[in-house]
């Protein structure tokens, strides 16, 4: 009987300390345009992953292969096909900014893909054994 309790002590601990050591405080990734509609801002991202990012060179590939911005068709327009919106991106002190070549139009629909703040899982998926075995990207669909 003594050793079942001490068993059950030590999960119990071992539960706190997974779900102490998780990110649950982290505020998820925050993806939506900016206040004239011109951009899309990224905000809330982590602050070790921000840092990374505002010491790569402007003409790095590696922050591009981090965002895909997508013209989607929409129910009203089938005539559309989805198609890569072109852009810069600009690091700022606490978010990202992705602002097109040409003008996002009213209306239309856009799929943003990005890779920023993903993880394979927290301590809720370790003790369901649902961690996944790639990183599945953060997408949000915008209309303008």
Known sequence: MLKCIVKLFVCFC?????????????????IDFSADSSAIVFSHIEQAGLLQLQQLNKNDTALHRLIAVLQSPS???????EAPVEG?????????????????????????????????????????????????????????
């Not at 129910?75 to 096909?81: A, C, I, M, V």
């Not at 893909?113 to 301590?123: D, E, K, M, P, Y």
């Open 14 to 30: 071992g539960v706190v300390f997974m779900s102490a050591c998780s990110s649950t405080n982290n505020k998820p990734l925050l």
């Open 75 to 81: 129910e009203q327009d089938t005539t559309l096909k």
């Open 88 to 144: 810069k991106i600009l690091v700022t002190d606490s978010c990202l900014v992705f602002v097109p070549l040409s003008p996002l139009v009213k209306g239309r629909s856009y799929l943003v893909i990005t890779h920023l703040n993903t993880r394979f899982g927290g301590a809720a998926e370790i003790l369901k054994g649902e961690l996944a075995n790639r990183l599945r990207p953060v997408q949000k669909l915008l209309t303008r």
